[in-house]
C-alpha cells in the first residue's frame, strides 16, 4: 500500500525558503548603465555624493571607484578598436577607388 501523504507533502514537510544570507536579507541587486564613460562618470559622481552624504562609506566609495576606472578604460580601448577599424575600411574603400 502507498501512503497518501507522501504525494501531498504538510506546510510542515515542505522545505524552507532560502534562507538568508550570513543572517541578513540579501541586498537589492541593482541595475546600472555602463555603455560609455559618460555613463561610468555619472554613476561615479552619484557614489561620491552619496559618500559625502554619509549614505555610502568611504571605503566601499574607493572599490567602487577603482572598478569604473578600470571599466571606463576598458571602453575607451574597445571605442578607439572600433574608430580604427571604421578608419582602416574607409582608407582600403579609398585605395581601391584609386587603382
Known amino acids: ?3 497518501p501523504q507522501a504525494n501531498n507533502p504538510t506546510a510542515a514537510d ?3 525558503a532560502t534562507p538568508p544570507v550570513w543572517g541578513r536579507t ?3 541587486r541593482v541595475r546600472a548603465k555602463l555603455k560609455t564613460q559618460g555613463d561610468c562618470s555619472a554613476l561615479l559622481a552619484t557614489l ?3 559618500a559625502r552624504s ?4 568611504t571605503d566601499h566609495l574607493s572599490r567602487y571607484a577603482n572598478a569604473l ?5 576598458m571602453i575607451e580601448g574597445s571605442d578607439m578598436e572600433a574608430r580604427i577599424e571604421a578608419l582602416e575600411k ?3 574603400t579609398r585605395i581601391g ?3
Open 1 to 3: 500500500m502507498t501512503n
Open 14 to 16: 515542505a522545505s524552507p
Open 26 to 28: 540579501p541586498p537589492r
Open 48 to 50: 561620491i555624493r552619496e
Open 54 to 57: 554619509g549614505l555610502l562609506p
Open 69 to 73: 576606472s578600470l571599466l571606463a578604460r
Open 90 to 92: 574607409a582608407a582600403a
Open 97 to 99: 577607388r584609386a587603382a
